[in-house]
């Protein structure tokens, strides 16, 4: 443990190319900042092609993804097995039994579950048994699991695609996700020997089932890296359920990783969580990928610095690059735009993403009169991402609290200047960015306008950015993350 390389068992959720929302991005810029350091790391994840598994695994020898389409060490759990043991809630040698551990009432919770439990309050249990599948529904679950990769394992693919096609879930919802999460961590934890893996890194409270089940059945410590909180999302209005199993998971883990000392705060605050227990990890930005800027990016900024003389002969274009929920402030940002436009007429701002609330978006800047000057893109692949942030130019993230905020870093390796919400984990460690709170919308507004009007300001901003945004890199957030690893262990060894 001490130095040296480390082998990792993670627990994530989404995974490039497979893309819903930040967390993807995180988990794929610290996988790939650990792996080039040298450590090993087996991604567990509810669900990702086989096809796209290998084609990382080849780039990648550091890493093993393991998803139901893509089982782990496939050749050793291929051989035949006891059905009426898999029917009892086992595969071999108890890889999927200990996942009945989670049963908050069961007998085979660790202590450090049962310490955690003590926290939560009789409805705040009952919230969280309301999420768990049924144990009818756990051995039908392992049963699909168990056939349908022995359906891979006779490496028949004709036969594959004739009885099982594609991995599909029975309800498709996260208690199934998370049931399958556990069991194919589990699953790994009995094939590669648990004594081979150090750490256990899971990711938000996606992976709470998984950490119960383990902590009962080995003695690896557990980091929870904590990207968002329930009260990030939907604030003291969140759903209850998730707000009950994200207070458990913060108590069961032996240390928690938090974004951004605002989240820590929130940690600390909402859920009780000691502070000592908790490690700040900064997110980073893939310059190589970013700063590779598209020639709509050089067309559009040669002639910014001229933008006062061109006012009336080119518009500035606004940029919001998001999910459009509550969390992300898009109203505030539509409001701002207004303001903007009575001051700035020749301005148009684009939106990049969707969300419950985009019809209430588009709803707003029809009331306003200025829908006519927004584009609404919808959900975009990374790719295109880039490329609609590069042809911006000022980039706007209003959130109400935004716990990190990786896409502000992106806008500035791409030479873009940047308004931020102060309630933002990315407005903590940032100098060069024009920083609002999320309800002043006039200050936004003259924000915007001053970026457009002031082509010094404008250029000095995004140079001085530039080369701020050079020191957040995956490499770095990774060592964070290892030492908090080391330091965990060690604890964990003299308790």
């Given at each position: 443990?001490?130095?040296?390389?480390?082998?990792?068992?993670?627990?994530?959720?989404?995974?490039?190319?497979?893309?819903?929302?930040?967390?993807?991005?995180?988990?794929?810029?610290?996988?790939?900042?650990?792996?080039?350091?040298?450590?090993?790391?087996?991604?567990?994840?509810?669900?990702?092609?086989?096809?796209?598994?290998?084609?990382?695994?080849?780039?990648?020898?550091?890493?093993?993804?393991?998803?139901?389409?893509?089982?782990?060490?496939?050749?050793?759990?291929?051989?035949?097995?006891?059905?009426?043991?898999?029917?009892?809630?086992?595969?071999?040698?108890?890889?999927?039994?200990?996942?009945?551990?989670?049963?908050?009432?069961?007998?085979?919770?660790?202590?450090?579950?049962?310490?955690?439990?003590?926290?939560?309050?009789?409805?705040?249990?009952?919230?969280?048994?309301?999420?768990?599948?049924?144990?009818?529904?756990?051995?039908?679950?392992?049963?699909?699991l168990v056939q349908y990769r022995r359906l891979l394992a006779q490496?028949?693919?004709?036969?594959?695609?004739?009885?099982?096609?594609?991995?599909?879930?029975?309800?498709?919802?996260?208690?199934?996700?998370?049931?399958?999460?556990?069991?194919?961590?589990?699953?790994?934890?009995?094939?590669?020997?648990?004594?081979?893996?150090?750490?256990?890194?899971?990711?938000?409270?996606?992976?709470?089932?998984?950490?119960?089940?383990?902590?009962?059945?080995?003695?690896?410590?557990?980091?929870?890296?904590?990207?968002?909180?329930?009260?990030?999302?939907?604030?003291?209005?969140?759903?209850?359920?998730?707000?009950?199993?994200?207070?458990?998971?913060?108590?069961?883990?032996?240390?928690?990783?938090?974004?951004?000392?605002?989240?820590?705060?929130?940690?600390?605050?909402?859920?009780?969580?000691?502070?000592?227990?908790?490690?700040?990890?900064?997110?980073?930005?893939?310059?190589?990928?970013?700063?590779?800027?598209?020639?709509?990016?050089?067309?559009?900024?040669?002639?910014?610095?001229?933008?006062?003389?061109?006012?009336?002969?080119?518009?500035?274009?606004?940029?919001?690059?998001?999910?459009?929920?509550y969390q992300k402030g898009p109203a505030y940002f539509v409001q701002?735009?207004?303001?903007?436009?009575?001051?700035?007429?020749?301005?148009?701002f684009q939106v990049v993403g969707t969300g419950d609330l985009l019809?209430?978006?588009?709803?707003?800047?029809?009331?306003?009169?200025?829908?006519?000057?927004?584009?609404?893109?919808?959900?975009?692949?990374?790719?295109?991402?880039?490329?609609?942030?590069?042809?911006?130019?000022?980039?706007?993230?209003?959130?109400?609290?935004?716990?990190?905020?990786?896409?502000?870093?992106?806008?500035?390796?791409?030479?873009?200047?940047?308004?931020?919400?102060?309630?933002?984990?990315?407005?903590?460690?940032?100098?060069?960015?024009?920083?609002?709170?999320?309800?002043?919308?006039?200050?936004?507004?003259?924000?915007?306008?001053?970026?457009?009007?002031?082509?010094?300001?404008?250029?000095?901003?995004?140079?001085?950015?530039?080369?701020?945004?050079?020191?957040?890199?995956?490499?770095?957030?990774?060592?964070?993350?290892?030492?908090?690893?080391?330091?965990?262990?060690?604890?964990?060894?003299?308790?």
């Amino acid at each position: 443990m001490c130095g040296g390389v480390m082998k990792i068992l993670m627990l994530g959720w989404e995974f490039p190319p497979l893309i819903s929302g930040g967390l993807a991005t995180a988990t794929e810029g610290l996988v790939s900042g650990l792996t080039k350091l040298g450590h090993q790391i087996a991604l567990v994840l509810p669900h990702f092609p086989h096809d796209s598994a290998e084609k990382i695994e080849a780039i990648n020898p550091h890493l093993t993804i393991v998803s139901p389409e893509h089982p782990f060490n496939l050749e050793r759990i291929s051989r035949p097995v006891d059905e009426a043991y898999v029917a009892s809630g086992g595969l071999e040698s108890g890889s999927y039994g200990a996942s009945e551990s989670y049963r908050l009432s069961g007998k085979k919770s660790s202590e450090s579950s049962a310490d955690a439990l003590q926290m939560l309050s009789h409805y705040e249990t009952a919230e969280i048994e309301s999420l768990t599948l049924s144990p009818e529904e756990r051995i039908q679950l392992r049963e699909r699991l168990v056939q349908y990769r022995r359906l891979l394992a006779q490496g028949s693919e004709e036969q594959s695609s004739n009885q099982t096609g594609q991995w599909t879930p029975l309800r498709s919802d996260v208690s199934e996700q998370t049931e399958i999460l556990s069991m194919l961590a589990s699953d790994v934890l009995r094939i590669e020997n648990k004594n081979i893996f150090e750490v256990i890194h899971a990711h938000d409270w996606m992976s709470l089932k998984a950490i119960s089940n383990l902590k009962s059945t080995s003695t690896l410590p557990v980091v929870l890296h904590v990207h968002s909180t329930e009260y990030d999302r939907a604030g003291v209005h969140g759903n209850q359920k998730i707000q009950a199993m994200e207070k458990l998971g913060f108590h069961l883990a032996d240390r928690l990783v938090a974004v951004s000392n605002l989240t820590r705060r929130i940690l600390v605050d909402h859920y009780g969580i000691d502070s000592g227990k908790i490690d700040v990890v900064y997110n980073a930005s893939n310059l190589a990928h970013n700063k590779n800027k598209t020639h709509i990016r050089k067309q559009h900024s040669e002639d910014f610095d001229d933008l006062v003389e061109k006012t009336d002969q080119r518009t500035a274009l606004i940029s919001f690059v998001g999910r459009v929920t509550y969390q992300k402030g898009p109203a505030y940002f539509v409001q701002s735009a207004h303001r903007a436009l009575q001051i700035q007429p020749n301005l148009r701002f684009q939106v990049v993403g969707t969300g419950d609330l985009l019809p209430s978006m588009r709803q707003l800047a029809w009331e306003l009169g200025i829908l006519d000057k927004f584009t609404f893109h919808g959900f975009q692949n990374s790719k295109k991402v880039e490329a609609l942030l590069a042809d911006s130019d000022v980039f706007v993230m209003p959130s109400v609290s935004e716990p990190f905020g990786i896409v502000a870093l992106e806008a500035m390796a791409q030479d873009i200047p940047i308004i931020i919400s102060k309630q933002s984990g990315v407005a903590e460690c940032l100098m060069h960015a024009l920083k609002v709170d999320f309800w002043d919308t006039d200050l936004m507004a003259d924000r915007i306008v001053s970026l457009v009007r002031r082509p010094r300001l404008h250029r000095e901003l995004r140079r001085n950015a530039s080369r701020e945004v050079e020191r957040f890199n995956w490499e770095s957030s990774a060592r964070r993350c290892v030492d908090v690893y080391r330091k965990t262990a060690r604890r964990t060894i003299k308790l």
